[in-house]
């Protein structure tokens, strides 16, 4: 069983960095996807950027190229998002999904393709 828990969150400022945790065991480090969703109220969830550990291959939506980033320490069994050059639209409540397979490409990017989903924290970007 795969459990997430993510951290992090909080109120930045426009331009600010923030980095989120995600907290997660039992998860299949060597094979597994793991990708970062968002959520506004009124709004479908939306992929952010995820990756697929075996091949190290890494996808970002376009609102996260070149603003952020996904890794992780495998001491501590947490994967992070860092976030740079916040702007007040990437406000939402942050979401880390896991799959212990290697999803293919054209499903990274659909929520219903991940099994395991953490409690989400909420990100704020103020002007």
């Known amino acids: 069983q795969v459990q997430l828990v993510e951290s992090g969150g909080g109120l930045v400022q426009v331009g600010g960095s923030l980095r989120l945790s995600c907290a997660a065991t039992?998860?299949?480090?060597?094979?597994?996807?793991m990708s970062w969703f968002r959520q506004v109220p009124g709004k479908e969830r939306e992929f952010v950027i995820g990756t697929r550990w075996s091949g190290g291959s890494t996808t970002y939506s376009d609102s996260a190229k070149g603003r952020f980033t996904i890794y992780r320490d495998n001491a501590k069994s947490t994967v992070y998002l860092q976030m740079n050059s916040l702007k007040p639209e990437d406000t939402a409540v942050y979401y880390c999904?896991?799959?212990?397979?290697?999803?293919?490409?054209?499903?990274?990017?659909?929520?219903?393709?991940?099994?395991?989903w953490g409690q989400g924290t909420q990100v704020t970007v103020s002007s």
């Open positions: 039992g998860h299949t480090f060597s094979s597994g996807t």
């Open positions: 999904a896991a799959d212990n397979s290697r999803l293919i490409l054209s499903r990274l990017r659909d929520e219903k393709a991940y099994d395991y």
